[in-house]
């Protein structure tokens, strides 16, 4: 562990920066269960019609998707972080 804070020293947080760190995480959950329930519901359809390559490419999409906010969540959130350094 000591080894690890000399390489990379961790910050404290102000109160205000983890309100906003959890504002964040609260926003990027919401908008990854929207996708999710949208693209599951259009998956569901797909499969019931009988159309395999239309559900391969949603749930494509959706993996995609769900990586994307997750990238621009932690980007989001490091850029809180360096703002205390």
Do not use: F, H, W
């Not at 959890?22 to 499969?47: N, P, V």
Request: hydrophobic share 30%.
């Amino acid at each position: 562990m000591e080894r690890l804070e000399k390489q990379s020293p961790s910050s404290k947080l102000t109160d205000d920066q983890r309100a906003q760190l959890a504002d964040i995480d609260s926003l990027y959950k919401s908008k990854m269960a929207e996708k999710e329930l949208l693209l599951a519901d259009q998956i569901r359809q797909e499969r019931a019609a009988g159309k395999p390559g239309e559900v391969e490419k949603l749930e494509q999409q959706l993996s995609s998707e769900l990586r994307r906010l997750t990238e621009e969540r932690e980007s989001k959130k490091e850029n809180i972080r360096r703002a205390n350094s």
